[in-house]
């Protein structure tokens, strides 16, 4: 993703200078060791992307009813959508709800209530598919901390808030125009070191770089070190541009936003056409800087995967540690700042990738499908929630 300045599109319409001095998807594992990585390659080439990644196909309608497990009592205004999608809506006075125009493949439904435990539902749509659901929420007790508005306005706290927007929104400069509107359903804890989030309610993020607004049902997050996690589901919804040129400018900033991210690059190596996407794949011991771990060797992309490339899920399996390396773009003026590293030449985008635990499963959108499957370094751990787009997203 390029976000340089003369490239990013400012909101208002000038360029982005550098906003930051200084963490993939958020379905991931991310790790923030990429400070003390540093890109090896300073090559540009401009290739062609395929029109293969376009979606289409058939789809399908989801319909359904949400209410109280207890009670039996039609649950209205339930959440009920597709987990980093736009498609969503809210169950009606009898519970019930109707997604339309869901395309085939594997999905994460998810149903959320306010005083009820979340649903999430694996879904493996085919053509012709007829799905009917019956959700029954489990009541929960909602804890709300014993402290007064003056407290959450204390030094401690904002401090806290500041971190956690620079682990969770990111550091480059989209992240700049992204603020979340309803901090105050945020309680962080820091033991030993660590600093955990909690909300009790959606987060609600404004995106003006990309022109979204997001409801993010955050599940858990953890800092640790330099290590970062998170997870949760996105719900996205376009913003109305104020004019034309606005418009463009989400436009040009999406397309930005998804050229060499780890969405383009899973779909690329699913339609088996990396290399000509621009990106360059090589295989590694380890991460680190011992001459052990710096050896590497040409891996072709197709290779990272296991299985019938059309089928719903497909297997990423593959040993070590893989480095992803995308031509087409210079990485962001800013990223130097955010590993640390003073007095360097523009490079091109450098990432890494390793399995967590294994073979783990990658569906048709190019999504992982256990959240913690992949950790992730580089740049793919630069680019966080200020660059994601939904997942039915791909450029014109």
Request: charged share 25%; aromatic share 12%; glycine share 8%.
């Amino acid at each position: 993703m390029d976000l340089s300045p003369g490239s990013f599109v400012h909101p208002e319409g000038v360029p982005l200078a550098c906003l930051a001095d200084s963490f993939s998807p958020a379905y991931v594992l991310l790790a923030v060791r990429a400070r003390v990585l540093l890109l090896l390659f300073a090559v540009w080439f401009q290739v062609g992307v395929p029109g293969v990644l376009a979606q289409g196909g058939a789809s399908v309608t989801l319909s359904g009813v949400v209410a109280d497990s207890v009670s039996g009592m039609p649950l209205e205004g339930a959440t009920v959508f597709i987990a980093g999608s736009m498609m969503g809506t809210v169950a009606n006075a009898e519970g019930r709800f109707t997604l339309s125009n869901v395309p085939e493949g594997a999905h994460r439904l998810y149903v959320s209530m306010l005083g009820y435990e979340p649903v999430r539902k694996e879904l493996l749509i085919r053509r012709g598919d007829e799905l009917t659901f019956s959700f029954r929420l489990k009541p929960t007790l909602v804890e709300i901390p014993e402290v007064v508005v003056s407290d959450r306005e204390n030094r401690r706290w904002r401090k806290r808030l500041e971190k956690f927007e620079r682990l969770f929104i990111g550091e480059s400069p989209a992240a700049a125009f992204t603020e979340i509107e309803n901090p105050y359903v945020l309680d962080f804890e820091s033991p030993r070191w660590r600093l955990i989030a909690r909300a009790s309610a959606p987060l609600i993020i404004t995106n003006r770089a990309l022109g979204y607004r997001v409801r993010f049902f955050l599940k858990e997050f953890e800092a640790r070190g330099t290590l970062v996690r998170y997870d949760g589901e996105p719900l996205f919804e376009p913003l109305e541009p104020a004019n034309a040129e606005e418009a463009m400018r989400w436009k040009e900033n999406r397309r930005r936003a998804f050229y060499g991210s780890f969405r383009h690059f899973m779909l690329s190596v699913l339609a088996d056409s990396a290399h000509e996407a621009g990106f360059r794949t090589y295989g590694r011991h380890a991460i680190g800087f011992d001459h052990w771990s710096m050896e590497k060797y040409p891996m072709p992309a197709k290779y990272l995967l296991d299985g019938d490339r059309d089928a719903p899920e497909v297997e990423l399996d593959f040993n070590g540690v893989v480095e992803i390396v995308y031509l087409n773009e210079p990485e962001d003026k800013s990223f130097p700042n955010w590993i640390a590293a003073r007095r360097r030449a523009d490079r091109v985008q450098t990432s890494w990738i390793e399995l967590t635990d294994g073979p783990t499963a990658v569906d048709q959108a190019g999504e992982v499908v256990d959240p913690y499957g992949v950790t992730v370094y580089g740049y793919f751990a630069f680019e966080r929630v200020a660059d994601q787009l939904p997942k039915e997203y791909r450029p014109e």
